[in-house]
């Protein structure tokens, strides 16, 4: 189980209905029945959809972008986004239905302005190619990189905010001082959303 | 690996005593059922998967009944070691309520009269071939079947099945299907009914006993239905716009391209295995299927997601007949309503006829999805 999917997993209240946009294989849904949660993955991917399929977990093959209208208003507790918002090409779109299908959402982003990222940027002068992001520019899947106050920004802009926020290094550990320069410091970061009151 | 030989068998499972109540109100009191049965029933007798066909289908889904050549129309995805696994899954094929290789339908002998039904047999519902199924399963000693699976009207029998009784069904298995026909697929099944009611051998449905049987209607129902179920690609890979036996046009009113060629084939050997009265009970059934819309929905709805009951529902890509819209409503109808649902769009050239082929990713698919309800 990778460190990142651990962490989200213990964002997640036992018993929940969790929805994972982006589910893979099922690894979290499968991790997250353990917890007494009932779930449901979204996964285009033929080889992870199969695997999911295999593992007796629901799944269907949408577009984020355009069919999550398949899922009803409050029809979950939870929906949980891992390392997938920047794929997407319409995120405002997709944050905008998260809010609408759960009261509350475990978001997981990569940080573009991560200090790599930054000086690989500020030195070379070519866009960042790392463990974070590991594809060039003209074949990445990441069409839409944010910075962490960027991505805070669309969350209170599609009627959220950040209940809790963890800070993670390349490696996907939390890092040791939540704190201190975090835009800086973190490679990824895993939101807790809720609906503003 | 393919089954062997096997026998189409028959019961009845109605009779005078215990007649079979119709969606329409009206009743059958003599109705007998042709049936297949492949792989073996176990101890728990909870290995059982129902496979309901479509409209032109019959019993025979899979083996033989003696020439190894001739096989089930669902044979590539029965069997041992195949995604309708006959080493450890008893599946069981009937012919549909109205058909016409075995069970009751409109030409069978109407019990009161001597004589076929023709039109006096009741107008069927989606939901009559469910409820004889259901007869059929509680004959074999079954209480539930592990799934329930078809394609096209078959998916439709599957969605029902479980919306109806969803305590006698874990799982069900909807492919190519729809829950509501387009004002096009209404229209498809107009034309092809009025082929054959317009047929001068029609005789009102009164055409058993004397000699007449509309055959030029029911083989251009046929042709015009085939068209539907195949994409332009496919057809376009399949015949291109090569000429009948010469390379160069002949310039004429006669069958000259390639596919003119294989839709009157189609067309000629539909008349030995199908009947006209069977075509239009069947696809008038199709034409009415709206169970979404039935005042019981809702309350159906609530019982198969309480049940925890899954369903898998898969579309092609190339299918027009009925496209991925179709499927993405059943999809989303049972996800609002809470049940847990399994939905993919399969890619696929061949049009609505995907559902018949081995295509590799949908048997893969069904194969899991069978197999992971199976090892919980």
Redesign the interface.
């Known amino acids: 189980m990778r460190a990142d999917l651990e962490i989200v997993s213990s964002l997640v209240p036992p018993g929940a209905r969790v929805l994972d946009l982006g589910c893979g294989s099922g690894d979290l849904l499968e991790r997250l029945a353990t917890k007494g949660c009932r779930g449901t993955g979204v996964e285009i991917d033929p080889d992870a959809f199969l695997a999911s399929v295999a593992r007796g977990v629901a799944v269907l093959s949408l577009d984020l972008d355009a069919q999550l209208d398949a899922f009803a208003d409050d029809s979950y507790d939870v929906v949980v986004l891992s390392v997938t918002l920047q794929t997407t090409r319409r995120p405002r779109q997709v944050m905008a239905e998260m809010a609408r299908i759960a009261p509350s959402s475990v978001l997981s982003v990569p940080n573009f302005a991560y200090w790599r990222h930054r000086s690989e940027l500020l030195l070379s002068g070519r866009m960042p190619v790392s463990a974070e992001l590991p594809y060039p520019w003209y074949q990445t899947p990441n069409i839409h990189l944010s910075t962490l106050p960027d991505t805070e920004a669309l969350v209170d802009d599609v009627g959220l905010q950040v209940d809790t926020r963890i800070l993670l290094d390349e490696q996907h550990r939390p890092l040791r001082r939540q704190r201190v320069a975090g835009n800086l410091r973190a490679a990824r970061a895993v939101y807790t959303l809720v609906r503003r009151p | 690996m393919s089954i062997g030989y096997v026998e189409t068998q028959r019961v009845v499972l109605a009779t005078r005593d215990d007649p079979l109540g119709l969606a329409s109100g009206r009743s059958l009191d003599h109705v007998e059922v042709a049936y297949e049965t492949y792989g073996r029933l176990n101890a728990a007798r909870d290995n059982a998967i129902v496979v309901c066909h479509a409209l032109t289908g019959d019993a025979h889904a899979a083996g033989h009944h003696g020439d190894p050549r001739r096989r089930g129309w669902w044979d590539n995805i029965i069997g041992p070691g195949r995604p309708l696994d006959t080493g450890r899954f008893f599946v069981v094929s009937a012919n549909l309520l109205g058909g016409c290789q075995g069970t009751t339908g409109p030409s069978s002998i109407d019990p009161s009269t001597g004589e076929p039904y023709a039109m006096d047999f009741p107008l069927l519902a989606v939901s009559d071939f469910v409820t004889t199924h259901r007869r059929l399963v509680r004959h074999l000693g079954i209480e539930r079947v592990h799934a329930v699976v078809g394609g096209s009207l078959g998916g439709m029998q599957a969605l029902s099945w479980a919306l109806e009784a969803p305590h006698e069904v874990e799982s069900a298995v909807v492919v190519a299907a729809s829950s509501r026909l387009s004002a096009q697929n209404i229209a498809f099944s107009a034309v092809a009914r009025e082929a054959i009611m317009r047929d001068e051998n029609f005789c009102d449905g009164r055409y058993h006993g004397t000699g007449r049987s509309p055959d030029v209607g029911l083989a251009v129902a046929r042709m015009m239905a085939h068209i539907t179920y195949l994409s332009e690609a496919a057809m376009t890979a399949k015949f291109g716009r090569r000429f009948q036996g010469s390379d160069a046009p002949r310039f004429g009113f006669g069958v000259d391209f390639q596919v003119e060629s294989y839709l009157r084939h189609q067309g000629e050997s539909f008349l030995s295995r199908f009947d006209a009265l069977s075509y239009l009970y069947l696809s008038r059934a199709l034409d009415y299927y709206d169970p979404f819309g039935e005042p019981a929905a809702p309350e159906q709805l609530r019982a198969l997601a309480e049940a925890g009951r899954?369903v898998?529902v898969l579309s092609f890509d190339s299918d027009w007949r009925f496209d991925t819209g179709h499927s993405?409503v059943i999809?989303?109808t049972l996800?609002?309503a809470?049940v847990?649902?399994?939905?993919?769009?399969v890619s696929s050239p061949t049009g609505h006829d995907s559902f018949l082929l081995p295509v590799p990713?949908y048997h893969?698919?069904v194969a899991?999805?069978l197999?992971?309800?199976r090892?919980?």
Not at chain 2, 340 to 345: A, G, H
């Open positions: 899954r898998l993405l999809a989303r996800e609002h809470g847990p649902v399994t939905f993919r769009e990713e893969a698919v899991a999805f197999g992971a309800l090892a919980r």
